[in-house]
């Protein structure tokens, strides 16, 4: 059964930096890519990033430099690290995948996890 459990996220000071983890079971992580998004209130979905099994991609000019994905295929994991964070990346954050090494019309996804960017 696929299945992606997220960690991490919270409460943050603007500038601040978190990590998010995504918890990859039932498939081999290695050769397939997860993609991360979020979603602000009142606002739709957006891509933020997606992590191919050999490639990396930022759909988002406004974190670029401060957002970074790493991926741990043994233990079957993807974090997403947020450095200098803002008030306006204040959202939930969703990590998705569809079992194909592209990040496009993901079906599976993690139960998201709040990320608050405040003083």
């Known amino acids: 059964q696929v299945q992606l459990v997220q960690s991490g996220g919270g409460l943050v000071q603007p500038g601040g930096s978190l990590r998010l983890s995504c918890s990859a079971s039932g498939f081999t992580l290695g050769h397939h890519a997860i993609g991360w998004f979020r979603q602000a209130p009142g606002k739709e979905r957006e891509r933020v990033l997606c992590s191919g099994p050999y490639y990396t991609s930022t759909y988002t000019d406004s974190m670029k430099g401060r957002f970074t994905i790493s991926r741990d295929n043994v233990k079957n994991m993807v974090h997403l690290r947020m450095n200098s964070l803002k008030p306006e990346d204040t959202a939930m954050y969703y990590c998705?995948?569809?079992?194909?090494?592209?990040?496009?019309?993901?079906?599976?996804w993690g139960q998201g996890t709040q990320v608050t960017v405040s003083s």
């Open positions: 998705a995948t569809s079992l194909r090494a592209q990040c496009s019309d993901e079906t599976y």
